[in-house]
């Protein structure tokens, strides 16, 4: 019922920017925060950025090129990449944590978009 469609990946020289975007569709939920991960091909998944109550954590590895915003009516969260690296290079999920008021209590959800593939050429 809840879905994260990702989009703008994908072939950016290296220096270049993009802008990642994830819409959160579905019924009966509060979104909590939200994130951005990634993972590179033989590494694990890792941290990019994420987002809950105005607050914003970044990994160090992008602080000062990366930016997570959102649209809140939209249910949209944003990354806007700049200065990119090739080692930038990994497929992004955006991740989700809901809640919803169910059997007059709160259960929390964690969703996942499909992954967009992000290529950085040097």
């Known amino acids: 019922q809840v879905q994260l469609v990702e989009s703008g990946g994908g072939l950016v020289q290296a220096g270049g920017s993009l802008r990642l975007s994830c819409a959160v569709s579905?019924?009966?939920?509060?979104?909590?925060?939200m994130g951005w991960y990634r993972q590179a091909p033989g590494k694990q998944r890792e941290l990019v950025a994420t987002t809950s109550g105005g607050s914003t954590n970044y990994a160090d590895s992008v602080k000062g090129r990366f930016t997570i915003s959102t649209d809140n009516a939209k249910n949209t969260v944003y990354l806007q990449m700049n200065s990119l690296k090739p080692e930038d290079t990994a497929v992004y999920y955006c991740?989700?944590?809901?809640?919803?008021?169910?059997?007059?209590?709160?259960?929390?959800?964690?969703?996942w978009g499909q992954g967009t593939q992000v290529t950085v050429s040097s």
């Open positions: 991740n989700a944590k809901l809640r919803k008021w169910q059997l007059r209590t709160w259960h929390e959800y964690d969703y």
């Open positions: 579905g019924s009966s939920f509060v979104i909590d925060g």
